[in-house]
Every structure is written in C-alpha cells, then in structure tokens.
C-alpha cells in the first residue's frame, strides 16, 4: 500500500450514495483504497463491490447475513456485524463516508469523529437525532465533517471566507429545494397522491427514504436541522427557497448583503468528491455548466401549508432538547408505513405533527436518553400507523 493513498470507509456501500461513491474511487483510480464497506440488504452487491476493489473489511447486519457474504466472498474478507461491527470499521480510513440511511448510521457518526476521522456525512439523520452527542466527540483532534448533502456541501463551500465561530457576518443561509414531485400542488390535490408519484423526482435519483422526505419536504425540513447542527447557526437564520432547477445548491448572505452561491450540475458525485478530495479539488469528469447554453434560474416561497413537514423541522428546533430525534425518528415510522402501503402521503405530516405534541422537554446528553427518545417516538408512531 502507497502511504499516499488516502483509505476510504464506505459504509453504506450498496445505496445510491454508496454507489455514486464507488464512480468516484473508481475515476480517482490509485488515489484513493476503500478499506471497509458495509451494507444491509443486497449482499450480492455488497460482496461484488468486496471483489472489485479488493476490500478486506466487511460489514453486514446479522450474522445469517455474514455466513451468506463468506459464501459469497470467500474466506479473504474480515467480516463485523451489527452496530457494533459498523463502529469498528468507522475507525478504520482516514475518511469515513456515511451512506447508511437512517438512525441506523449514528454509530458510523460518532465513532468515526470520536476516533479522530474525517466523516463525508450523508446520513443526515444521525446528526439531527443526536446533535449535542455529536458536539460532544466533534472537537477530538484530527476529526472533522464534511457534509456530502449537496445544500450542505455548497454552505460549506460558500463559508469558505467566514471563519468566526457562530458565523456572526452571516446574516442567512439560504437552502435551496427542488420542490420535489408535488410542487404547486394543492392541499386537496396532495390527498389523493400515490406511491408511485412520491418515488418520481424531478431532479435527483435517490434512494426511497430521501426520495418520499422530499416529495413531503421533510427533506428540507431535516436539511434546517442538519444546517444549523452543522454550521452552529440557529435554525430561524436557515431560510428555505424553492429552487426547482436544483444549479444553485445553496447561497449564504452576509451582513454586508453579498450572497455567494454554489452552482453545479445536479450530481451527487460532485459533493461526494469534494469531501474526498478537499482541500483539494478532484478533476473528474461529472459534468460543467455551460453557460453559453440558455440558463434559467427560478427561486420561489415554499408553500408551508400544503407541505406541513417543512413548519415541523423548525418547531422541533424551537424546541430543542430530544425534539429533532423525536421528529426523525417518527418520521421515519411514518416514510416506511408510507412505503409498505400502510398510510396515504398525508399521513406522513400528521403522524409527525401528533408525535411532536406529544414530545416533553428533554435534554440530550448521554447515548442512553437518545435512544430511550428515539425508542419512545418510534413507539408513538408505530401506534398512530396501525390506529
Ligand atoms: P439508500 O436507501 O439508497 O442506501 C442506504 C444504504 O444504507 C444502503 O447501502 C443500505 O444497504 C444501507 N443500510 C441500511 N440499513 C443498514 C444497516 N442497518 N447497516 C448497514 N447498512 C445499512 O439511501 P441513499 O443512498 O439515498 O441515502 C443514504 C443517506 O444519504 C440518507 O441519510 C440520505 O438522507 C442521505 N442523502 C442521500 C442523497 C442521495 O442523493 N441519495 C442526497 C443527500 C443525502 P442495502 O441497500 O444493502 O440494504
Ligand atoms: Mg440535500
């Protein structure tokens, strides 16, 4: 091994991420060696990407699953398993890449900035669930993050300039959103969308969690918590605007009234190498704007009342403590009822909004409160879905 070669964990190998990650290492060829992958359901896939690249450590969910990867990999692959299992390999690169999708991922989090690593965070739920557990492992020496959420990605970019803590000369990041399928839809129209709408972006090809949270903007709503959480500004200077071209991924107003944006081509590849390769810039070929070409960039208010989830993200902020893990987690509940037939699309909103009622204030400060709240949110929404 070249000690020149930076060592990628990539945990959450097999999801959109996960794969748009591998175009990347494999464009970036000796640059880069992927030393750990993890995955859940699609083995098969999990064990070709362990042949391809020649990785050594694998991660699965339980150990039928481990016995099937050995099957499938040969004996040559170190196989962990479980949360446990992906704590392990989130030590084990200099940069760790999140993939995984879910509350499931906050392993991968913590343990990777706990060790003193630099985590390319995609999971943007294990940081909202967990922010103050977070704050708390961030500042070990060596760990840093580097968001992979494309919005996220071009704020870090655009606070290049701006290194006060609390980002005192920003007076508003400004979060762009495609809109998502349902854009212009009316609150009757919206009671009556199916599965099959919800799963159709206009813009990005993601994995079916992201992609029902957009169609709710409860993407967009996360993305509020995820930025603040970020970036340490409060969730009311995070504007949100409807941006359905998705070129312009974010901009960040200072006090003085200059706005810097990021524009690109909507691929996830490009933020997906930035936080590989920075503070160097990977020359690879995903796409360049052509402004010769015609370009036409549209910015509009969400429509808060049609789409209640974006409201909810910003309530949950207001009120702190648990109140983010308590909407994630309850969300999550209600994008897989969703998504296995059990409730309409409007449902998703209302269970989050009478999960949130329910919610009592409450510090988070050890792993032991968050998942008691993750626990007892999950629990409330299962009971609203079946109701
Ligand atoms: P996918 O559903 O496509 O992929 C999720 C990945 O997580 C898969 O590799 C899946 O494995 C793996 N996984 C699920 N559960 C576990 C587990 N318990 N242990 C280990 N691995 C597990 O999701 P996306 O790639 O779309 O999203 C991943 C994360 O990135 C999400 O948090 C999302 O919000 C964020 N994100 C995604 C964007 C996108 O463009 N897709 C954009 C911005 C952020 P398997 O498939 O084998 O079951
Ligand atoms: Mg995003």
């Not at 949360?83 to 991922?105: H, M, R």
């Not at 969308?193 to 029902?212: D, Y």
């Not at 070929?285 to 910015?299: I, T």
Request: glycine content about 8%; hydrophobic content about 45%; aromatic content about 4%.
């Amino acid at each position: 091994m070249s000690p020149s070669r930076t060592r990628v964990a990539l945990l959450g190998a097999t999801g959109s991420i996960g794969t748009q990650t591998l175009d990347v290492l494999r464009e970036a060829g000796d640059a880069f060696e992927l030393v750990s992958i993890a995955g859940g359901q699609r083995l098969a896939e999990l064990g070709a990407i362990a042949k391809e690249f020649n990785v050594r450590n694998v991660g699965v969910v339980s150990d039928r699953d481990a016995e099937e990867l050995k099957r499938l990999t040969g004996s040559d692959v170190d196989i962990v398993v479980g949360a446990k299992g992906l704590s392990e390999l989130a030590t084990s690169g200099d940069v760790i890449v999140n993939a995984v999708v879910g509350f499931a991922g906050l392993p991968v989090t913590l343990s990777a900035l706990a060790a003193g690593k630099r985590l390319a965070l995609a999971n943007k739920e294990s940081l909202i669930a967990a922010a103050p557990l977070v704050q708390q492992v961030r500042d070990t020496p060596g760990a840093s993050i580097l968001p992979i959420d494309s919005e996220h990605c071009a704020i870090y970019q655009c606070l290049a300039g701006s290194t006060n803590v609390g980002h005192p000369d920003v007076r508003m990041i400004h979060l762009t959103a495609s809109g998502g399928p349902f854009r212009g839809k009316t609150k009757e129209q919206l009671a009556r969308v199916s599965k099959l709408e919800a799963l159709q972006h206009p813009t990005w090809s993601m994995g079916p969690k992201i992609t029902i949270d957009s169609s709710t903007l409860m993407n967009k709503g996360l993305e509020v918590l995820e930025a603040s959480a970020l970036f340490g500004i409060e969730a009311p200077r995070v504007d949100v605007v409807v941006h359905p071209q998705s070129i312009v991924h974010s901009m960040v107003e200072y006090v003085d009234g200059a706005v810097i944006a990021q524009l690109s081509l909507p691929d996830m590849r490009l933020p997906i190498a930035y936080c590989l390769g920075a503070p160097v810039r990977l020359d690879q070929g995903w796409g360049r704007m052509d402004f010769h070409a015609s370009l036409r960039l549209d910015f509009e208010a969400p429509d808060r009342e049609a789409f209640p989830a974006l409201e909810l993200a910003y309530e949950a902020a207001r009120l702190g403590g648990a109140a983010p893990a308590w909407l994630s987690a309850a969300n999550e509940i209600a994008v897989e009822a969703f998504l296995n037939d059990q409730i309409s699309w409007s449902r998703i909103a209302e269970i989050v909004a009478a999960v949130l009622e329910l919610y009592v204030a409450c510090e988070l400060s050890t792993m032991d409160e968050l998942f008691d709240n993750d626990a007892t949110a999950r629990r409330l929404a299962h009971g609203m879905v079946t109701a």
